[in-house]
């Protein structure tokens, strides 16, 4: 079944633990990206990635970091948590290869979120 | 500036009228790429819809319809005979050329029976 997974879906934890939340997709989708839903502002985007060891910000990155190492795998890692870093977390991945006029190119898929409590 | 605003933040509509939810964007790339996704109580996201910006044809889907007007960089999201099932908040979502997305604060539809 094509999906995307996060790990955990919940957490809570105290300020300044480092914490590391997963991603992974097996889709061998190209584009993957952190999104955070905080009420009222809707989705954010945090970082995203075009492909391995090619990632970029997004329009709230202060406090997080990412990599990819491999196309499967996205992991958001928080390094010294806040409270202001409180909300419910979303991966996602979309092809961006191909054919641009398919119905799959750029759809993102996304995962089933990570709501994060940081006290 | 680059934004996605939907100005409508609820509407309650009674099952089988007709909603239609609204979505201006600002940009200023010539290719961009627009999108509408629901996320329903349950809390998952669900794609509906991608419409390029180059291609201004509106699409129908059942009971889903869309108008997209660069004109008035609008992508509007109409849905028919509304039922119960369609209760959700609704994003409406610009990609740029960069890959950047924005998203717009979202409309929660609450349909009743």
């Known amino acids: 079944e094509a999906q995307v997974t996060q790990n955990p879906r919940y957490l809570i934890t105290v300020t300044g633990k480092k914490l590391t939340v997963t991603c992974s997709q097996n889709m061998n989708h190209e584009y993957m990206s952190w999104y955070r839903q905080d009420p009222g502002l809707g989705l954010r985007q945090i970082y995203y990635?075009?492909?391995?060891?090619?990632?970029d910000k997004g329009d709230v990155p202060e406090g997080y970091k990412v990599s990819r190492k491999e196309k499967r795998n996205f992991p958001l890692i928080l390094e010294s948590p806040s409270p202001n870093q409180t909300s419910l977390y979303f991966c996602?991945?979309?092809?961006?290869?191909?054919?641009?006029?398919?119905?799959?190119?750029?759809?993102?898929?996304f995962g089933p979120g990570t709501r994060l409590t940081v006290l | 500036a680059q934004k996605v605003t939907q100005a409508q933040t609820e509407i309650s509509v009674v099952e089988k009228e007709d909603v239609t939810l609204d979505c201006v964007y600002e940009?200023?790339?010539?290719?961009?790429?627009l999108f509408w996704y629901k996320q329903p109580p349950s809390g998952e996201l669900v794609f509906l819809i991608r419409?390029?910006?180059?291609?201004?044809q509106n699409e129908i889907s059942g009971r889903y319809s869309w108008n997209f007007q660069k004109s008035t960089s609008s992508f509007n999201f109409t849905i028919t005979a509304s039922q119960v099932v369609d209760s959700a908040v609704y994003f409406c979502?610009?990609?740029?050329?960069?890959?950047?997305?924005?998203f717009g604060t979202g409309t929660r539809l609450k349909v009743l029976a």
């Open positions: 979502a610009l990609r740029r050329g960069t890959y950047k997305y924005i």
């Open positions: 419409r390029n910006s180059f291609d201004e």
């Open positions: 996602a991945s979309s092809k961006t290869s191909g054919d641009y006029l398919q119905s799959s190119y750029n759809e993102q898929f």
């Open positions: 940009t200023r790339d010539t290719t961009y790429y």
């Open positions: 990635s075009m492909n391995v060891e090619v990632t």
